[in-house]
């Protein structure tokens, strides 16, 4: 995982081709990290799911 201040930790499901990151909402948000890994790696990164941190 690239290193995006309020990032806590991430599950990767490899069957379902999904990662759930935890992270500090006050920080970051799923834009700001699925940006970070489309920008900085070769996957191709979107937001789904309930959003929000944890």
């Given at each position: 995982?690239?290193?995006?201040?309020?990032?806590?930790?991430?599950?990767?499901?490899?069957?379902?081709?999904?990662?759930?990151?935890?992270?500090?909402?006050?920080k970051?948000?799923?834009?700001?990290?699925?940006?970070?890994?489309?920008?900085?790696?070769?996957?191709?990164?979107?937001?789904?799911?309930?959003?929000?941190?944890?």
């Amino acid at each position: 995982m690239v290193k995006v201040d309020g990032y806590k930790s991430m599950k990767a499901d490899v069957t379902k081709q999904e990662v759930a990151v935890t992270f500090d909402p006050a920080k970051t948000n799923p834009q700001a990290l699925a940006k970070s890994i489309t920008d900085n790696t070769s996957f191709k990164a979107s937001v789904s799911g309930a959003g929000g941190g944890r």
